[in-house]
């Protein structure tokens, strides 16, 4: 498959804001190949990046060829076989590499779902403490005793919450915002169809009638297993609007409220899209 014949388009973000729905939803169309769940994709590349760029194989690597060994990577995980088709790869990374993909597949565009990071939190800890062992490998065992050090780890730099805000706030205020589309998750949600035609306008992709009440959970246990927390991944049959209770302190959701800067138009000097 010449890298002519498919596109190449990526799902980053925020946890727990859609990205596995829309990934979903997505596959739903004939035209598009997604990813399941996090691949190991993006990893490869930052891996296969140092040896390109350091020590005594770096003048091996022209340009050009370098190109062509990573798009390689890219088209053999997701489908080598591939033809005609729209290929979307999921993972964080991604925001951090925007100028890799941009090299890549200079029409690439970076999808990255959000959320009101309040229900971020309140989603992981419902997640979190369902399991009445605390066995969630998303937390380090020395950080699960209670919830306020769960939800220190979690909005820490290292954390699932924190590291992935970091690499969002790069990309949309970085020089490559203009690749970026941002679907909100509570317009996605209460609006399915909006949303969807919007993307697959922005992406270039057919009409095609999407089925928001017939879901398919993706085959993630083996990974969800891996992660010690089982249905991570898994999916409402249908597309609802709806809300658990919320079980964070005060102290908690005044400190990470009001930061939604996706919804600041001010902000948005780069020229990302907005889907909100």
Same mark, same amino acid.
């Given at each position: ?91 964080? +990374? ?96 209460? +609006? ?85």
């Amino acid at each position: 498959m010449s890298d002519s014949s498919s596109s190449v388009h990526v799902i980053s973000g925020l946890p727990r804001s859609g990205s596995t729905l829309l990934a979903a939803l997505l596959r739903q169309n004939p035209q598009i190949i997604a990813a399941r769940h996090n691949t190991p994709v993006m990893p490869m590349l930052i891996r296969i990046m140092s040896l390109m760029s350091e020590g005594e194989y770096r003048t091996e690597f022209k340009n050009g060829q370098w190109q062509q060994l990573m798009r390689g990577i890219v088209r053999s995980y997701l489908n080598p076989g591939a033809q005609n088709h729209v290929m979307l790869d999921i993972n964080r +990374e991604w925001c951090a590499h925007a100028g890799l993909l941009n090299s890549l597949y200079p029409q690439a565009k970076i999808i990255c779902c959000v959320r009101d990071p309040v229900w971020i939190l309140n989603s992981f800890e419902y997640l979190i403490t369902r399991d009445p062992l605390l066995g969630s490998q998303l937390v380090p065992i020395a950080h699960r005793g209670n919830q306020h050090d769960r939800i220190d780890y979690l909005v820490s730099r290292d954390g699932a919450f924190g590291y992935a805000w970091r690499l969002l706030t790069e990309v949309f205020f970085g020089p490559f915002s203009d690749k970026v589309i941002f679907v909100d998750y509570d317009r996605f949600v209460r +609006e399915p169809g909006f949303v969807m035609e919007r993307l697959t306008q922005l992406l270039g992709i057919r009409p095609f009638a999407y089925n928001f009440e017939h879901i398919e959970t993706p085959d993630a246990a083996a990974f969800d297993a891996a992660l010690g927390t089982p249905g991570l991944h898994c999916l409402h049959q249908s597309v609802v609007a709806s809300r658990k209770r919320l079980i964070l302190p005060p102290h908690i959701v005044e400190r990470m409220a009001h930061q939604m800067f996706w919804r600041k138009p001010d902000l948005n000097s780069g020229g990302a899209v907005v889907i909100a």
